[in-house]
């Protein structure tokens, strides 16, 4: 393994750079220093790691000498623009924003699902969309039993998943809703408290959304097969924090429930949460601040001859985004992957 590994987190102060640095230091990533860095508005600011603090340095070209890993997290401006400066720099990048993700030089990993992946990277790895992630941790152990044929997924996202402005936007409207006031909508098109709105990023020609064909073009990628159909609705949700979503499989053959369950109950990165005489399935409230997938509420679906409905729920902040991001590194390190092969590539 390298030794003085330094690593930078680019938009070390949003909600996913913030969760980015915690997980780095409470899995204690062996970086022997951690740079934090973020546009010129927050340049001079601190940002929480362990017990000390790291000043955010602003963001430039040349941000990346000397750093071994850069972990994105500032939009997809930002990692279009600088990912290519990083990798130039001898850098590696893990990107988690969707910039990257289909371009055929950069693999899209989940490391429980395509870590194998990884060694033909080219110096940006991409994160895929925290949807995805937590669809395709719980799907793969059972697709490699019973191969899928087509994925029906409706998600509920949490306002996390708009960053700090989406968890700022529902605490202000709940807070004057309950204040009698009438509260303005600045980040979501409609009112966000008490509501469910069946839009999340932006409508593309054919009327699904940018976040639901992410769902379905990633899912291919990932699972290295385009015959898979996959079908999505996204939801926001007046949740802080932990996407939930309901799942429908078809298989190309019988899985019956119980031989599902006791596939995820052995599954790694999963924990099955499914016991409905109890009341117990996977609940937003539970899975935030938790590391795993959680499944629940899995039913042979009555109207097809082999197919499966699935409930699965996780903090789309952690193994949505940061968390995985940094099991990626992590893989980087232990499969001894960190050298870029053409520094020049994305240029
Ligand atoms: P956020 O809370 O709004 O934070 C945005 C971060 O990006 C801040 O640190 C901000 O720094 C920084 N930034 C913005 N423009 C920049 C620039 N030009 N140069 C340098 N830094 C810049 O958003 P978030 O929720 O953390 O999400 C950030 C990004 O992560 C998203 O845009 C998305 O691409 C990705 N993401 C991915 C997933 C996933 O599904 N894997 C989930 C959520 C987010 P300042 O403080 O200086 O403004
Ligand atoms: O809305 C969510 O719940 C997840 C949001 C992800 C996101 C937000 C802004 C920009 C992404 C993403 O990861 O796909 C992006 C992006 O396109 O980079």
Known sequence: MKENLVVAVVGATGAVGREMLNTLYTRNFPATTVKALASSRSAGTKVPFGDEELLVEELTENSF????????????????????????????????????????????????????????????????????????????PLHDVAPIKRIVVSTYQAVSGTGQKGIQELETQVRKLFNGIEPENEVYPHRIAF??????????????????????????????????????TCVRVPVFYSHSESINIETTKKLTAKEARAILAKAEGVQL???????????????????????????????????????????????????????????????????????????
């Open 65 to 140: 000498e000397g750093v071994d890993i850069a972990i994105f997290s500032a939009g997809g401006g930002t990692s279009t623009k600088f990912a290519p400066y990083a990798v130039k720099s001898g850098c590696i990048v893990v990107d988690n924003s969707s910039a990257w993700r289909m371009d055929k030089r950069c693999p899209l990993i989940i490391p429980e699902v395509n870590a194998h992946t990884l060694k033909e990277h080219n110096g940006i790895i991409a994160n895929p969309n925290c949807s995805t992630i937590q669809m395709l941790v719980a799907l793969k």
């Open 195 to 232: 509501n469910c709105l069946p839009h999340i990023d932006v409508f593309l020609d054919n009327d699904y959304t940018k976040e639901e064909m992410k769902m379905v073009n990633e899912t291919n990628k990932i699972f290295e097969d385009d015959s898979i159909k996959v079908t999505a």
């Open 273 to 347: 949460y499914d016991n409905p005489k109890e009341n117990m399935y996977p609940l937003a409230g539970d899975a935030a601040g938790e590391d795993d997938v959680f499944v629940g509420r899995i039913r042979e679906d009555e109207s097809i001859e082999n197919g499966l409905n699935l409930w699965v729920v996780a903090d789309n902040v952690r193994k949505g985004a940061a968390l995985n991001a940094v099991q990626i590194a992590e893989k980087l390190l232990e499969m001894n992957l960190v050298h870029v092969k053409d520094r020049n590539l994305f240029m």
